[in-house]
């Protein structure tokens, strides 16, 4: 079983930064792709960026510029690093891995509890 664990939300003024990471434990798989997801209040749960094993990344349009996204696979842990920060990009945070279980070859997704990104002057 893959296990999510997300650190470093916050309340952080317009403007400043925020580092978020986000470490997968258990054992017997191997991850693939990470991400960030966030859902504001009313509305739906938007990728905000995502990165492959590989190091390719993708981002959401509204945080280009802003957002970078990394990861380290020897300790399967993937951050977001986010400068620039708009009252817009209040939400809840959620990590996303999909990870390949080594027995059975099956590919699932996996979430973290969400960390509360809080951005008000």
């Known amino acids: 079983q893959v296990q999510l664990v997300e650190s470093g939300g916050g309340l952080v003024q317009p403007g400043g930064s925020l580092r978020l990471s986000c470490a997968a434990s258990?054992?017997?798989?191997?991850?693939?792709?990470m991400g960030w997801y966030r859902q504001a209040p009313g509305k739906q749960r938007e990728l905000v960026a995502a990165i492959t094993r590989g190091g390719s990344t993708n981002y959401a349009d509204s945080v280009k510029g802003r957002f970078t996204i990394s990861r380290d696979n020897t300790k399967n842990t993937v951050y977001l690093q986010m400068n620039s920060l708009k009252p817009e990009d209040t939400a809840v945070y959620s990590c996303n891995a999909q990870a390949q279980i080594v027995t059975t070859m099956m590919v699932g997704d996996y979430w973290g509890q969400g960390t509360q990104v809080t951005v008000s002057s």
């Open positions: 258990g054992s017997g798989f191997s991850i693939l792709a």
